[in-house]
């Protein structure tokens, strides 16, 4: 596995570098410090010809200012908190809106806007921050690790680890959005999710708290099926996120133990995305909140459905719902997952 870097801007008085990753078969993952984002992901199709298959920009301005979390690295905590509210050991904290009335994806300045250190490692690359006690309102100062390894077997390997001076609440994730075609929309590509159920949300996007079966529902990806297939459904879930898909969805097996959770195909070029976890929750996203008005790679206006999203985390707004599973760190302990996307053609 071979690891190139090079300069790709400044921000905040600290450089910016672009690594390239490439294993032996030609696959190539290029990820850059700030955000821990992943720029490009370069794969074959079925006759062997490279495609780039996750959205993202050119260069460092189109992040710093056009961002929605293409490829980022997410956190203190991945998805939605209502209200930017949590108690935890009796206390309330208190933390940024900034998606509507709630707090999303760490807040004004989460995880996918800091310039994150660097070493690399057989095999890939380690990414470490420190957040600081208070920042964005979280408790604790929060030594964060996210490592990506590329493999000869066309696996990305993504760990994340954590570990707090100070009872705290993580939940970290990737925020990138994948199109395997390599343009155009997602609405043909077959997903598979191996869940039963998933987490209704209210119209602030929010879990009720119910966990719903996905059987007879738009919402039921146990087998092959287009991502395009119920957008014309008139389902109150499907309208909340804006005519299609942003919902959790909770999955089989145990928490903790890496299996295969879904399954991502693009007919056209028979470009197969295998995802495997040990997160209890995939949140995925369609792209339906994209609108054309961000011009990412290669001058690409990205409109709804140009990717989507497959992001392995805990549930959103769990600190609040006591039933969901915990995404309590306490001080002393180890935060720790793994994901893994493997990459095939068929």
């Known amino acids: ?34 955000g821990g984002i992943i720029t490009a992901l370069n794969v074959p199709d079925r006759h062997g010809k490279m495609g780039d298959v996750v959205l993202g920009h050119d260069n460092l301005d189109g992040y710093l200012h056009r961002s929605r979390y293409f490829g980022a690295l997410i ?9 930017g509210h ?23 300045k989460g995880f ?6 660097t070493e690399e490692i057989p095999g890939g690359l380690r990414l470490t921050y420190r957040s600081w006690d208070g920042e964005e309102g979280y408790p604790g100062n929060l030594e964060a ?42 609405l043909d590509h077959q997903l598979t999710i191996n869940a039963d159920a998933f987490t209704p949300v209210d119209d602030t996007l929010i879990p009720t708290g119910e966990l719903r079966r996905v059987c007879h529902t738009p919402m039921d990806f ?18 909340l996120a804006g005519g299609g898909y942003d919902h959790n969805f909770v999955l089989r097996g145990k928490l903790g133990e890496l299996r295969t959770v879904a399954r991502l195909h693009d007919p056209e070029s028979g470009r197969t995305l295998e995802v495997t976890t040990t997160e209890p ?13 961000i011009i990412g790679k290669r001058g690409q206006a990205y409109e709804k459905y140009s990717g989507c999203c497959l992001e392995t985390q805990h549930f959103p707004d769990s600190p609040n719902h006591p039933s969901f599973p915990s995404t309590v760190l306490r001080a002393g302990e180890e935060y720790r997952t793994t994901t893994i996307y493997r990459f095939s053609v068929s």
């Open 1 to 34: 596995m071979n690891i190139r870097r090079e300069h790709f801007g400044n921000t905040e008085g600290r450089e910016v570098e672009l690594f390239t990753l490439t294993n032996d078969r030609g696959i190539e993952i290029k990820v850059i410090n700030y």
């Open 75 to 83: 956190g203190r905590y991945g998805n939605r908190i209502r209200r």
């Open 86 to 108: 949590f108690t935890l050991n009796g206390v309330r904290y208190h933390l940024p809106i900034n998606n509507g009335k709630n707090h999303l994806h760490g807040g004004m």
């Open 112 to 117: 996918d806007k800091v310039v994150w250190d």
């Open 145 to 186: 690790v996210a490592t990506y390894q590329l493999t000869n077997a066309n696996e990305l390997r993504i760990e994340y680890r954590a570990h707090t001076d100070q009872d705290t609440i993580v939940n970290l994730t990737n925020h990138s959005y994948f199109n395997l075609a390599g343009a155009g929309t997602i």
């Open 222 to 239: 146990t087998k092959a099926t287009a991502i395009g297939a119920h957008l014309g459904n008139l389902d109150q879930q499907l309208q």
């Open 281 to 293: 929750g995939l949140q995925f996203y369609a792209g339906t909140w994209l609108d054309g008005s």
